[in-house]
């Protein structure tokens, strides 16, 4: 289907702990904002992992783009993005420094390079920080110094920098205070924004709380390694949230 991004067919994995994921079948089509809900330990994070590559299935197929993830390039590799639940920033380095990184799949050795030094633009970073909120005082501040929910919006705005195609985020509203939570929320499913920044236009965001499902048009629910339920936003019940908590 032309407008399929992503798609997992018949996908099974199993990890160290021997969790399993068993014959997990998706398909992402453009411009879904889809909500992965779950509790504790369901396996949305592990799904996320899968969709964006970095966990390899043991069995059946994922396909980015139609394409396998094994024979895409880095240019078609950077298409989607993905915000961690553990953030997996760099904290070593500045708040900006680690928003720029997530311009290195387009930028040249000598970008990284200028950037690992402290001496490269960040002036494209500036802008996208600013959109997640994040004040100018903090901009080159180390990472070890800003607080938990400053950490989680240079996540944001490093992953919104790579200006990709397809959003994962793992329940990138953690740390954020009510109307940062809003914001945020507003900034990440809402694709025309006054700020003129690109955002993905399909979004799958894992979160814990139900209160934040509007704005979503999909709503996939998993326990135990399975996707329990599949379906529009407008035809979630209660029943099917019991079948997951
Ligand atoms: N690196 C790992 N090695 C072994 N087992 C793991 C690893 N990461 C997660 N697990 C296990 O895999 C299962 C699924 O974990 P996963 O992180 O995918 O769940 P989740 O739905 O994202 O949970 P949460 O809402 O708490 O983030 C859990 O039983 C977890 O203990």
Redesign the pocket.
């Known amino acids: 289907m032309i407008n399929t991004l992503l798609e997992l067919k018949e996908v099974s994995y199993k990890?160290?702990?021997n969790?399993t994921l068993n014959k997990l079948s998706l398909r992402i089509k453009s411009g879904e904002k889809i909500a992965l809900l779950?509790k504790?330990?369901?396996?949305?994070?592990?799904?996320i992992s899968i969709l964006n590559g970095t966990l390899k299935p043991n069995k059946g197929r994922v396909k980015l783009f139609n394409t396998e993830f094994d024979k895409l390039n880095l240019h078609q590799k950077i298409r989607i993005s993905t915000i961690w639940?553990d953030l997996r920033l760099i904290e070593d380095l500045s708040a900006e420094q680690n928003v720029n990184c997530g311009l290195l799949g387009k930028q040249s050795f000598l970008f990284a390079f200028k950037n690992l030094l402290n001496i490269s633009s960040f002036n494209k970073a500036h802008q996208y920080m600013q959109v997640c909120n994040l004040k100018k005082s903090i901009f080159s501040k180390n990472i070890r110094k800003i607080s938990g929910g400053q950490k989680q919006r240079v996540a944001i705005a490093r992953s919104l920098i790579q200006e990709s195609d397809i959003l994962l985020a793992?329940?990138p509203f953690n740390n954020l205070d009510p109307k940062l939570t809003s914001n945020i929320k507003n900034l990440l499913l809402i694709t025309k924004n006054k700020n003129k920044i690109k955002v993905p236009n399909t979004t799958l965001i894992?979160l814990?709380r139900l209160d934040l499902l509007d704005g979503f048009n999909r709503i996939i629910g998993?326990k135990n390694g399975e996707i329990l339920f599949d379906l529009e936003k407008t035809k979630l019940k209660k029943y099917h949230l019991n079948k997951i908590y």
């Open positions: 990890n160290k702990n969790f779950g504790s330990g369901a396996g949305k994070t592990t799904l639940q793992d329940e894992s814990h998993m």
